[in-house]
């Protein structure tokens, strides 16, 4: 294909793009992309850098495929030139291992509960796990020493530890996620034959009652049942469900006693879980409880040190300085600093410097200072729709008013640390059954409708503001 031919087409690719992305995204991450050569299949596109390489395989992977399906034909192979050294122009080669799919499998299966006959042998298994996170990428320090190196023994020795289960708990950023699937993914590397299952608390709810429904409640608990290492995100998730903690009660007693390792995450402590059984605060306390605390100064930096060199980044070390001493709070918000830098960089050409790095994280200050409220979030989406608060709390049935309610509760159960029985409770006084279904369908709506997901961000940009 010629030089021509091939930007041409690469147009037509981005026309695509452009259609099904924000257009915030688009100028990001699209325009600094450029295509190199198209030969027996094979299409070759060359980004600025590892970390533009990293989003666009996290984020934007399936939309680029469907472009290229649709523009050169199926079965096009996509490959990446990085630019990993620009002084002296050098390149490397990486194709796409479509991350996308492989991390977030649960948007092909939606919320059906897994059956043990899906997957019957260990190598059928999908164990969930983010590959982006592992203990070669995972910064010590001495918040975080504890609990790594207990997860670092329980990987060599699964179940064969003092430590089952493994609860961690720590506010939201500081990098549970991070931990818990590298244990996982060390676990599959030193002990292939292992089962081993990342979940969300919330999506096991939601299989839960997925399996209830369809009368394959025992499909359910024999699956998870079957598995050798159990990761259990966000455990708070829970409160407030009895009949998912029944559940999930006599699968933890029958992992445990049948030497299977449990790992749990929550955001608090056992002792102030709310809403939860006393049973199973009771059996989260038997092995380890371990904290991750907020980063100290030294840590922050060596975690920007790390994030940027693995990016192919460069900051100097006064920016680093100032980043680590304004933002203190969590590594989500480091990395957040670091994603605004490259696109501001990108975006209008400024050399990230002292400068830069000060406007950015002013910004970045002013949006957090306003606290987001349940009745905040009530006001925003009713005055976006122009719709009266207090409708929503009626059992009105109007499509634009259920809209609003149910928008409501989403975000509710996004931003705040609220169960789906309180969020009910405040909006409407529905059940959390109606708080459920309420999140699914914004969360299907987001994915299928490209105005309502526009609408959605510039809500959720307003609450931040």
């Not at 290229?68 to 079965?75: E, H, I, M, R, S």
């Not at 990428?137 to 790594?148: D, Q, T, Y």
């Amino acid at each position: 294909m010629t030089g021509n031919e091939l930007k041409t087409n690469w147009d037509l690719c981005l026309d695509f793009i452009r259609d099904n992305v924000s257009e915030t995204i688009f100028k990001t991450w699209f325009s600094v992309i450029e295509p190199v050569s198209m030969d027996k299949g094979e299409l070759i596109i060359q980004v600025p850098s590892p970390f533009v390489y990293e989003f666009l395989e996290q984020n934007c992977i399936d939309v680029i495929k469907a472009a290229l399906t649709k523009v050169f034909g199926k079965g096009t192979q996509l490959m990446y030139s990085i630019l990993t050294d620009k002084e002296n122009n050098i390149n490397q080669k990486v194709g796409s291992d479509n991350a996308l799919s492989n991390i977030k499998g649960t948007a092909e299966t939606g919320n059906k509960a897994p059956s043990v006959n899906d997957a019957p042998l260990v190598q059928d298994l999908n164990p969930q796990l983010d590959p982006n996170y592992s203990f070669e990428n995972f910064v010590e320090g001495i918040s975080n020493k504890l609990a790594r190196t207990a997860g670092e023994t329980i990987a060599l020795n699964p179940a064969s530890t003092a430590f089952n289960p493994l609860f961690i708990y720590g506010s939201s950023g500081v990098g549970k996620t991070h931990l818990v699937t590298a244990i996982g993914r060390k676990v599959k590397e030193l002990h292939p034959e292992k089962r081993v299952l990342y979940v969300s608390a919330h999506l096991f709810m939601v299989q839960y009652v997925d399996s209830v429904k369809n009368n394959t409640t025992n499909d359910f608990i024999h699956f998870y049942q079957s598995i050798d290492v159990l990761i259990i995100d966000d455990m708070q998730e829970m409160a407030g469900q009895a009949k998912t903690q029944n559940t999930f009660f006599h699968i933890f007693n029958y992992l445990h006693l049948n030497h299977k390792q449990l790992i749990l995450t929550s955001d608090r402590p056992p002792k102030d879980m709310k809403d939860l059984e006393e049973r199973l605060i009771t059996r989260f306390k038997w092995g380890l409880v371990a904290e991750l605390e907020k980063p100290d100064l030294a840590l922050r930096k060596d975690i920007l040190r790390e994030k940027t060199r693995r990016d192919g980044l460069k900051f100097s070390e006064p920016v680093i300085d100032y980043i680590a001493e304004k933002v203190r709070d969590n590594v989500r918000d480091l990395e957040g600093v670091i994603v605004s830098l490259m696109a501001y960089s990108t975006i209008y050409g400024k050399e990230i410097d002292l400068n830069l790095t000060h406007e950015v994280i002013e910004k970045s200050q002013h949006h957090e200072q306003k606290p987001i409220t349940i009745e905040s979030i009530i006001t925003k989406v009713c005055d976006y729709y122009n719709i009266d608060e207090q409708s929503i709390q009626t059992k009105s049935r109007k499509h634009e008013i259920v809209q609003v309610r149910q928008i409501s509760m989403y975000l509710a159960k996004k931003y705040l640390d609220y169960s789906t029985s309180k969020i009910g409770a405040y909006i409407g006084k529905r059940d959390h059954a109606t708080v459920l279904h309420a999140c699914n369908m914004v969360r299907d709506q987001i994915q299928v409708d490209k105005n309502f997901k526009a609408d959605m961000e510039n809500i959720e940009s307003g609450l931040r503001c």
